[in-house]
């Protein structure tokens, strides 16, 4: 698991370098009416530059076990990994088409159903309650447009 963690730690450093520099791009001071665009990127990939560091020192200092290093993922947790990994894949493929919002929807239900085996009630209630509150938080508090996708566009604006 040794080497897993440190290719880990590596990735995730990249990563939060990545979002370092683009957060970069922004304003990051504190302006009139508040903290500038990049204020929160800038410091959250910090934490997670932080973490990858962290976790890269915990990774070269614990001693390799001996024999056979164990597996980064074990044969049977792959499963619910794709079972996760796989719509959301789907979801994301579909997005021009379906938006953020049903996207959402639709993927939740279909995890609330066939992973959380949760009552069809529960289900139809947090698939379309949480999206729809996501949607006033962004498009009408916010102000922030979200993609709607073509579907929803066509429903919302008949276009």
């Not at 614990?62 to 079972?83: D, M, N, S, T």
Request: glycine fraction near 8%; hydrophobic fraction near 60%.
């Amino acid at each position: 698991m040794r080497r897993a963690d440190t290719v880990f730690a590596l990735l995730l450093l990249a990563g939060a370098g990545i979002m370092v520099r683009e957060a970069l791009r922004l304003p990051i001071a504190w302006t009139a009416i508040g903290p500038g665009a990049g204020f929160f990127p800038f410091w959250l990939s910090l934490v997670v530059a932080l973490q990858g560091v962290i976790v890269l020192v915990r990774s070269l200092r614990v001693p390799a076990p001996p024999g056979r290093e164990a597996a980064f993922v074990e044969r049977e947790a792959w499963k619910p990994l794709l079972i996760a990994f796989l719509p959301m894949v789907a979801v994301i493929a579909a997005m021009n088409y379906l938006g953020i919002y049903i996207g959402g929807a639709l993927y939740l239900a279909g995890y609330m159903i066939f992973v959380g085996r949760h009552h069809w009630t529960t289900v139809i209630l947090v698939s379309v309650l949480l999206p729809l509150a996501l949607f006033f938080l962004f498009e009408r508090w916010f102000l922030l447009p979200m993609p709607k996708g073509l579907i929803l566009e066509y429903l919302l604006f008949g276009r």
